[in-house]
DNA sequence: TGAATAGTGTCTATGAGACAGTATGTA
DNA sequence: TACATACTGTCTCATAGACACTATTCA
């Protein structure tokens, strides 16, 4: 008889790919490591799941830990995948939930507690530097920014980058900097404005981007578009 | 000073959601509980992640143990989502890492061990019936036939469910037993056999479904479908 | 006035869907 | 021969993309 084999029992994380659009570039919040492993490299914000709690809870908590963002502040947040690889932490096994979180462009409320070394950092430099993070972080932050730009093909999320009021021209920034193309301003809108219950009308308009008053919008109630806005046939900026 | 908070340490569980066409209907593979909890009832096979198993290797082990396909015989596997409800499992906490598999139309070479109970049954009477399944098995279920549609819309991946050889009859009948419609024949032929990579022709024919002799074709390569196969427009069954 | 953006019109190419029609096997 | 399925042709409609054009603000 061979002995049965050993059961794992590990702690759990949840890690975040925080990403927000700024400066018409698509940035990923960021830690900078007090301690080792790692020290001093770049991580995604997480921590260790408590007794008793909810794993997305767990997420929103460790989102207002680092951001000062409470859930209601919070564009979207989704499971994006588990990561488990028995050796990804080298000090002792570690099953980390990532989550997925869109916000909108706001001044950070504080950087206080762990999050004193938060940043926004530019995404697609930490895509292209295999390196730079932390642990399995690129991996996480791939599968993260690869998530986002499917989702905003065939959902409306990419109005939760956008202020609860927004013109069509920002929510178009959303999907270039994402994307990293440029898009047709005129079938954009038209686009847009067709597609039932990607964004709903206000009275109101504004002139905040310059130019001709533009109509302001606020998010629509669909959950998915059809037909999607594919990012295929798009040229290239 | 307030006590640190507890951190979680916890059992991890892989459970699947191996799908499979057999007579027409897309068929989930369940097993009967033979202990309490939920005694009697069905539930998705599953089991325990081992000290040092990587988890798609404890969902590759789990599958193995249930149906004897080993991993090259499985058509498709991906992980879906993780389940850690702190009351998931009322005995104690559980965090599960769920899977999706898809396989062909193959008599099962055993169901040995814990698989004595094994059955493939029809997938929309447990999406129907909330409570037909144990735990929170019914949601599992349903996240995984949601993701298998959306999958067959924008990967080639409906190929998983056929054999290394099949007609594209058999490609078809995927389709339609998954989404649950009925597709256009000469429609379905010309759009897969012209989106690239989807489908790749060999020299030889079969009558195995009856009429005129059809070609036997093979996966492409293509890891996505350019433009996808939308579901949406297809009519109803 | 010119520069900038909003928003509409319109032409073309592409693909989906409906469905007719031809090809080639089995019973 | 009847039939079943394979596969192709063709028509119509919807949408994407290119791009011209008008509208409305600010500097």
């Not at 008889?1 to 990403?19: E, F, G, N, T």
């Not at 594919?230 to 900026?237: E, F, N, V």
């Given at each position: 008889?061979?002995?049965?084999?050993?059961?794992?029992?590990?702690?759990?994380?949840?890690?975040?790919?925080?990403?927000t659009i700024?400066?018409?570039?698509?940035?990923?919040?960021?830690?900078?490591?007090?301690?080792?492993?790692?020290?001093?490299?770049?991580?995604?914000?997480?921590?260790?799941?408590?007794?008793?709690?909810?794993?997305?809870?767990?997420?929103?908590?460790?989102?207002?830990?680092?951001?000062?963002?409470?859930p209601a502040q919070v564009g979207h947040l989704e499971?994006?995948?588990?990561?488990?690889?028995?050796?990804?932490?080298?000090?002792?096994?570690?099953?980390?939930?990532?989550?997925?979180a869109f916000i909108p462009n706001l001044?950070?409320?504080?950087?206080?507690?762990?999050?004193?070394?938060?940043?926004?950092?530019?995404?697609?430099?930490?895509?292209?530097?295999?390196?730079?993070?932390?642990?399995?972080?690129?991996?996480?932050?791939?599968?993260?920014?690869?998530?986002a730009?499917?989702k905003l093909?065939y959902t409306p999320l990419a109005a939760a980058f956008c202020p609860t009021h927004f013109t069509i021209l920002e929510l178009r920034r959303v999907y270039?900097?994402v994307?990293?193309?440029?898009?047709?301003?005129?079938?954009?809108?038209?686009k847009v404005t067709k597609s039932p219950g990607f964004v709903t009308p206000t009275d109101e308009?504004t002139?905040?981007?310059?130019?001709?008053?533009a109509r302001l919008f606020v998010r629509g109630d669909a959950e998915t578009l059809?037909?999607?806005l594919?990012?295929?046939?798009?040229?290239?900026?």
């Open positions: 008889m061979k002995p049965p084999p050993a059961l794992l029992r590990s702690a759990i994380a949840v890690d975040l790919v925080v990403l700024s400066e018409g570039a698509l940035r990923v919040l960021l830690i900078r490591r007090g301690i080792p492993p790692f020290k001093g490299r770049y991580a995604l914000p997480g921590g260790f799941v408590r007794d008793g709690e909810d794993l997305e809870d767990a997420a929103h908590r460790e989102l207002q830990e680092e951001t000062g963002l409470r499971q994006l995948r588990t990561f488990g690889a028995p050796r990804r932490d080298p000090r002792e096994r570690v099953i980390s939930v990532a989550y997925l001044p950070l409320p504080y950087a206080g507690g762990d999050a004193a070394t938060a940043s926004l950092e530019k995404a697609d430099e930490f895509l292209s530097e295999r390196s730079a993070l932390a642990f399995d972080h690129h991996e996480i932050l791939e599968c993260g920014i690869e998530r730009r499917a093909e270039e900097a994307w990293g193309i440029s898009l047709d301003p005129a079938n954009f809108h038209r308009t002139t905040r981007d310059g130019g001709r008053p059809h037909p999607p594919l990012r295929h046939g798009a040229s290239a900026d």
